[in-house]
């Protein structure tokens, strides 16, 4: 079991630019999750899927950022434009079932400058 | 909102028991007490979890209070390799399945 994958695990990038957030979840996960943490703000949920169909958005900051999941093997985390007050560690998550325990990537560092 | 109370940080020595404690006072009788830990920066990590009864697995035990109102994690040996931050979340009872995280237990264990 290679657990969650996300990619790239650090990203640097200009205010304004475009950044996309990959994820695979463990295989025959059905629940999905994205969290963003800072020191200021802690763990914060921005969505989560299941069945890849979005479930709750209302974590989801801002109209700048959004989130799909095509099929059942991966998900992005798109931020467009991206501002520095976006920077921030973002973690995603799968689970079996929406009741079942968290299954955390390594996260994104991502520095918007 | 987060819906638990913890400690901002605890000190135990390596070896001792941790007992680290969480007031989830407004919790539902549908809701279950997870626990989680992150390591440096690294994504967190599921511990145990409980709706009732004390559990206990391979990493930790978890006792419940019979009015639910509090739980307590205790790592029965404590190395340094459990220098973390211990997170207690109560799982939102609406049926979202929203995993909210508090500010956590910051736990070092002393050589």
């Known amino acids: 079991d290679a657990g969650v994958i996300q990619s790239p695990r650090h990203e640097v990038t200009e205010m304004g630019q475009e950044v996309t957030l990959r994820c695979k979840p463990i295989?025959?996960?059905?629940?999905l999750f994205w969290y963003r943490q800072t020191m200021m703000r802690g763990l914060e949920l921005l969505i989560y899927?299941?069945?890849?169909?979005?479930?709750?958005d209302s974590g989801m900051p801002e109209d700048r950022f959004s989130a799909k999941m095509p099929n059942a093997s991966f998900s992005t985390l798109k931020i467009q434009p991206s501002e520095p007050r976006d920077s921030a560690v973002y973690f995603c998550?799968?689970?079996?079932?929406?009741?079942?325990?968290?299954?955390f990537g390594n996260g994104t560092r991502l520095t918007v400058t | 909102d987060a819906k638990t109370t913890q400690p901002t940080s605890m000190d135990c020595a390596e070896g001792r028991a941790a007992n680290l404690p969480c007031n989830h006072s407004?919790?539902?009788?549908?809701?279950?007490v997870y626990w989680y830990r992150q390591i440096h920066s690294q994504g967190p990590q599921y511990i145990i979890h409980?709706?009732?009864n004390n559990e206990t697995n391979e990493m930790a035990s978890l006792i419940i209070t019979e009015d639910r109102k509090s739980s307590t994690l205790i790592l029965p040996h404590a190395t340094l390799r459990d220098t973390a931050v211990y997170y207690c979340?109560?799982?939102?009872?609406?049926?979202?399945?929203?995993?909210?995280f508090g500010t956590g237990t910051r736990l070092k264990v002393l050589a």
């Open positions: 998550a799968s689970s079996g079932r929406l009741e079942s325990p968290l299954h």
């Open positions: 295989s025959g996960h059905n629940s």
């Open positions: 899927f299941n069945n890849n169909v979005p479930i709750d």
């Open positions: 407004t919790i539902s009788g549908n809701e279950y």
């Open positions: 409980g709706l009732k």
């Open positions: 979340i109560v799982r939102d009872a609406s049926g979202t399945y929203k995993y909210i």
